[in-house]
């Protein structure tokens, strides 16, 4: 470990936080997340509806009608998490005069970072990548809505008022809408479970629970293991050795075994 | 008074005893005794041709079934040991017509009374759907939960017979009629709903079909024949629903390059983004899942 790194960490106490996500980021993650959940309860019934036990579930709930009324109120509630965070974007952009958030756009570098992360899992490297303000995979999920979100609010909206959509497109809309709806959800839903949660809260260093999301805060040690690029930019602390004869550049100066 | 409240125990205690003792299931109707001889299990008589026919009829079926306080001779008329009576399914439905007359009536205009009237033996006819064993003594009323034609039940009932792929290959019927309604949303609702009545006011086999004047879709009378009638039919739940609302039915089948191809290819879309996202997910996973376990066991 050298000498400046070693510097970084002893600053980085474990008390000291980082700021990460204002109030509006926090605020929009438990509405998707809660209206998330109400949707898969109240969906995943109708898409396993052989199973004794989504039979029982909707009984707990009520009955079919309290079902679909609570994804249609839960829909609803997705949606206007969804257009308070496209106006958040918008006003901090165009009135408060912020700079655009580039650091979520995706570029040559996510590929670069997918690759190095592949390789350091498959043994082929000893470090993980360098992550700037959001890594690969923070991109994919925020990315994936921009996508599932119009894909489950039209598919979604056909099939509450078929009638109406039939007299201005054609019938197959309907079955096709069903279809539609049933895959991304599934998708949203095995990709939330298996690569979200695992990445967030299963690994080592943030097993039970990754708090940042709900708090907006990151201890500053581990902001500089999971961020160092941007930790690098907002403390002007590097945490990239200088280039060493026979050591390929861009490894990360942390302690074996860390992330 | 230490008497007087014994009296009151010993007073309620036989009371108890009458109600556990003296309770009996209600007892059908039986002014000829028939079912001294009939409630028999072993009671049968060889036929002419040497067959042998059972001529038991449980009591149980007959104590809880809708016509238990109609007396057997009502539909046994006469002499009933007397009269050679012929035992088909065309016979049956005729003695539930004497009664039962307007459903008689439409039963015969339908396609399984028609057939029935050409002597064909596979149709439905009124007990194959009334009762659950398929037997006139334990036909129950419609809005009993168990009966096979309670709202719940019917696509199970109609199943018996339309869920045989050999049956229904005869009548050119293909389609997996019931697996294909089960998986609607109509079928879903009904599935996923309680046996409570209110709960029940989706569409079933019978609300698109018609029930005892039920058609051949071929039958251009059908509720279901043609775009124009499925949109009529349609239209008795979603008001204002039109011909293009009807097109987007896909009649009973899979979505496939003949049938609603829009669909067929949707389908085939996002099933390929599925397993291509997910696949991509797992692989990352597992690779994760794999390096922390060493990186775990090393340390």
């Known amino acids: 470990m050298s000498a400046m790194a070693q510097a970084a960490s002893l600053a980085g106490s474990n008390e000291e936080k980082i700021s990460r996500f204002d109030v509006h980021q926090i605020i929009q993650h438990a509405g998707l997340m809660v209206s998330f959940v109400i949707l898969v309860f109240t969906g995943l019934p109708l898409k396993f509806h052989d199973w004794a036990i989504s039979q029982w579930w909707v009984g707990v709930w009520g009955g079919i009608e309290v079902t679909r009324t ?6 609803w509630i997705m949606l206007a998490v969804c257009l308070y965070h496209v106006f958040y974007l918008l006003y901090t952009i165009l009135v408060k005069k912020k700079p655009f958030p580039v650091k979520i756009i995706p570029g040559p570098s996510d590929f670069r970072e997918y690759y190095q992360e592949m390789a350091y899992y498959l043994g082929f490297r000893k470090t993980r990548p360098l992550v700037d303000r959001f890594s690969w995979k923070e991109k994919f999920d925020y990315w994936a809505i921009f996508w599932g979100m119009p894909v489950m609010f039209i ?105 | 008074m230490k008497r007087l409240s014994l009296y009151f125990v010993l007073g309620f205690l036989f009371a108890i005893g009458i109600l556990i003792f003296f309770t009996d299931d209600a007892k059908a109707l039986d002014e000829k005794n028939c079912l001294s001889c009939h409630g028999n299990e072993g009671l049968t008589k060889t036929t002419e041709a040497g067959g042998k026919i059972s001529l038991f009829v449980s009591e149980k079926d007959v104590n809880t079934a809708s016509h238990r306080y109609i007396d057997c001779t009502t539909c046994h008329s006469e002499e009933p040991h007397d009269t050679a009576s012929p035992l088909n399914k065309l016979s049956l439905a005729e003695k539930c017509g004497t009664c039962h007359q307007y459903e008689y009536r439409l039963h015969l205009s339908s396609v399984h009374g028609q057939q029935l009237l050409q002597g064909n033996p596979d149709v439905a006819t009124c007990v194959d759907c009334h009762s659950q064993e398929g037997s006139p003594h334990s036909v129950i009323r419609v809005l009993e939960y168990n009966a096979p034609t309670y709202k719940k039940n019917i696509a199970g009932t109609c199943a018996r017979c339309h869920d045989d792929a050999e049956l229904m290959a005869d ?73 293009e609302f009807a097109s987007g039915f896909l009649g009973h089948k899979e979505a496939s390059t003949d049938n609603v191809p829009a669909v067929h290819y949707t389908e085939l879309f996002f099933t390929i983004v599925l397993i291509t996202v997910i696949a991509f997910g797992a692989l990352v996973v597992v690779a994760a899942i794999v390096r922390f376990t060493i990186n775990k066991w090393r340390a």
Request: proline share 6%; charged share 20%.
């Open chain 1, 155 to 259: 598919s979604g909206f056909i099939m509450m008022y078929p009638v109406f959509v039939t007299k201005f497109l054609p019938g197959w809309f309907v079955s096709a809408a069903l279809v539609a709806h049933s895959d991304e959800a599934m998708l949203a839903l095995v990709w939330i479970v298996l690569v979200h949660i695992f990445f967030n809260h299963f690994t080592p260093g943030h097993l039970p629970l990754n708090t940042s999301i709900f708090t907006g805060k990151v201890n500053v040690k581990k902001y500089r293991e999971e961020h160092a690029l941007e930790y690098e930019r907002m403390t002007g602390k590097p945490v990239v050795e200088k280039p060493v004869e026979g050591v390929p550049p861009g490894q990360v100066n942390l302690p074996d075994g860390k992330m």
């Open chain 2, 171 to 243: 009548y050119g019927i293909v389609e997996k009629v019931y697996e294909s309604y089960m998986r609607s949303f109509h079928g879903k609702a009904i599935q996923l709903g309680t046996y409570e009545i209110t709960q029940l006011d989706k569409a079933t086999c019978t609300n698109c079909h018609g029930f005892h004047d039920v058609k051949s879709v071929r039958d251009p009378v059908s509720p279901v024949a043609g775009l124009d009638n499925l949109a009529k039919t349609c239209e008795q739940c979603h008001a204002g629903a039109g011909v």
């Open chain 1, 70 to 75: 609570a994804h249609i109120a839960a829909a």
